[in-house]
Structures are given as structure tokens and as C-alpha cells.
């Protein structure tokens, strides 16, 4: 192989190398994480005190048809379920709302352009009554009920779609949410979606770690769980093409040591007269 082949390979891997090493680097540091984790203490699941509710037989509950008739007019019933809040019964009622009025042409045709919206109603299981969101206070209240520790609550925050950004481990769940951070060594938030009337998430220190490196790993700086974003797969294809031209020095390196030692040993032959 010429010479100056061997240099322009030897360049291309020193420099890709110093452009992949550091990614390399953050992936091989997340991926050890992973594997030393255990993922149910990441994920919060042995915060969450064990149990739920469990209701007698005999429990008088109102028909879950008074709820639906209580709905909007144009609601689609798509769950309903009973949970508890704070040890009483409650019907949890989902459903998409059409916010839009569909046209007279719309409805010959068939087609609504309206835009569908999904919602959550809570009503008193025992009398049908509908009820609001939870307040601040009924979410800390299901927070310190859910949460294995006995802790005092550091602060609370309302989280919308506005400041979502700011809760960024919260990303892809119920909104509204109630974010309930507790003064605990991990420094748990307890996330509770205030119109369903549940707890959703655990967010801890350790979750944040993790999560921070998945960042890293999935080098989705904004949403964190895109695995098809250009610049990983720019990475992962430099990653490759670097590899390859380790490969290509090792065996230009050894041809080249290769024809070196045969010039050698033929200077070194004596010259037969």
C-alpha cells in the first residue's frame, strides 16, 4: 500500500476518533449504569406503598350511567373506573370531548373537522355527584398516602402545559399534575394528575441520573426519547466509519511493517561476486 494512502487512513481514524471518543465515552459510562441499576428503584415503584383499595362487598355504589348522563352532551365514554381518593370511593370517568361544532356540510359529508379532546370527570362513587379537580391540598394529602416514607413535604407545584418545561421528568403524562416534592434523602417528587385523581410518578435523584444519561445515550437533548434524530444516527454512522478505518490502519500498518522488514533483510544480503 502506498505511503500516502497510509497517512490518509491513520488521518481519517485520529480524527474521527477524536470526534466519536467522547460520545463513545458518555454511551459506554450510561450503558454500565444501566446494567448496575436496579429499575424499579429508578422508576420510584419501591416508593410507592403496597396496597390499594379494596372495597366490601356490600358497598352501595350508584349506577355509573347517572355520571355519563351528567357528561357533556357530545362526550365519548372511553374508561370508567373506581379508585380511591383520600379512602373514599370514586368513579373516574374518561372521555373525548369535541371542542369544535361540526358544520351542516361537515355532517352530509360525513366528515368532522372538529378537534377531540380528552378529558377525565371524578364523581363521589356513593352519590354521583361530580366533583372538581383535586386541590393542593387533597394532592399532598394522596402524595404522603402513597409514599412508602413518613416525609415532610418540601413544596408543591401546579404543573400545566405553560410550565412543562420546567418538569421535564414528568414529560408525557396526565396534565394537570400536582408535582409534590418531599424532604427525603432522594429527594422524591410525587407527581399527582390532579383531574384523574391518582398518583402517576415517582421522580427521585437516582431517576435523574438516569435519566441524564439516557440523554446522553439517545443524544435527544430536548425530548430525550427520540432514537431517530439526526444526530445520533450522524453518530452512529461515524461511529461505524471509524471502526472501519481502525480496521483498514491495522492491515495497511502491518503491510507496510510487512515490506519494510523484506527491504531490510535484502540490504542485509551479502553481494555474490
Known amino acids: 500500500m502506498k505511503r500516502r494512502t497510509h497517512l490518509r487512513i491513520r488521518k481519517t481514524h485520529r480524527y474521527l476518533g477524536l470526534i466519536t471518543g467522547i460520545q463513545f465515552v458518555m454511551w459506554t459510562i450510561g450503558g454500565i449504569y444501566f446494567s448496575f441499576s436496579d429499575i424499579d428503584e429508578i422508576h420510584g415503584d419501591l416508593q410507592r406503598k403496597p396496597g390499594g383499595m379494596a372495597l366490601?362487598?356490600?358497598?352501595?355504589?350508584?349506577?355509573?350511567?347517572?355520571?355519563?348522563?351528567?357528561?357533556p352532551t357530545n362526550a365519548l365514554v372511553t374508561s370508567v373506573k373506581?379508585?380511591?381518593?383520600?379512602?373514599?370511593?370514586?368513579?373516574?370517568?374518561?372521555?373525548?370531548?369535541?371542542?369544535?361544532?361540526?358544520?351542516?356540510?361537515?355532517?352530509?359529508?360525513?366528515?368532522n373537522h372538529g378537534q377531540v379532546r380528552a378529558r377525565t370527570q371524578l364523581a363521589e362513587a356513593a352519590t354521583g355527584k361530580l366533583r372538581p379537580a383535586l386541590t393542593e391540598q387533597e394532592a399532598i394529602e394522596l402524595a404522603r398516602q402513597n409514599f412508602v416514607d413518613v416525609a415532610a413535604v418540601a413544596k408543591t407545584e401546579y404543573v400545566t402545559d405553560e410550565n412543562i418545561n420546567?418538569?421535564?421528568?414528568?414529560?408525557?403524562?396526565?396534565?394537570?399534575a400536582w408535582a409534590v416534592t418531599m424532604e427525603h434523602p432522594t429527594k422524591t417528587?410525587?407527581?399527582?394528575?390532579?383531574?384523574?385523581?391518582?398518583?402517576?410518578?415517582?421522580?427521585n435523584d437516582k431517576w435523574r441520573v438516569f435519566d441524564f444519561l439516557w440523554m446522553l445515550h439517545t443524544m435527544d437533548y430536548q425530548g430525550r426519547d427520540n432514537f431517530g434524530n439526526l444526530l445520533l444516527r450522524v453518530f452512529s454512522i461515524?461511529?461505524?466509519?471509524?471502526?472501519?478505518?481502525?480496521?483498514?490502519?491495522?492491515?495497511?500498518?502491518?503491510?507496510?511493517?510487512?515490506?519494510?522488514t523484506q527491504r531490510q533483510q535484502e540490504h542485509r544480503r551479502p553481494i555474490m561476486r
Open 189 to 203: 417528587t410525587v407527581y399527582v394528575a390532579a383531574e384523574q385523581g391518582v398518583v402517576t410518578k415517582f421522580r
Open 166 to 176: 420546567g418538569h421535564h421528568e414528568y414529560r408525557g403524562s396526565s396534565l394537570p
Open 238 to 260: 461515524a461511529g461505524i466509519v471509524t471502526i472501519l478505518s481502525g480496521f483498514a490502519l491495522y492491515f495497511a500498518s502491518s503491510g507496510a511493517r510487512r515490506h519494510t
Open 56 to 71: 366490601p362487598h356490600n358497598t352501595e355504589l350508584v349506577s355509573p350511567a347517572m355520571v355519563m348522563a351528567q357528561l
Open 82 to 111: 373506581v379508585i380511591d381518593i383520600l379512602g373514599k370511593p370514586h368513579y373516574q370517568i374518561a372521555y373525548h370531548e369535541n371542542t369544535d361544532h361540526t358544520s351542516a356540510a361537515s355532517s352530509e359529508t360525513g366528515h
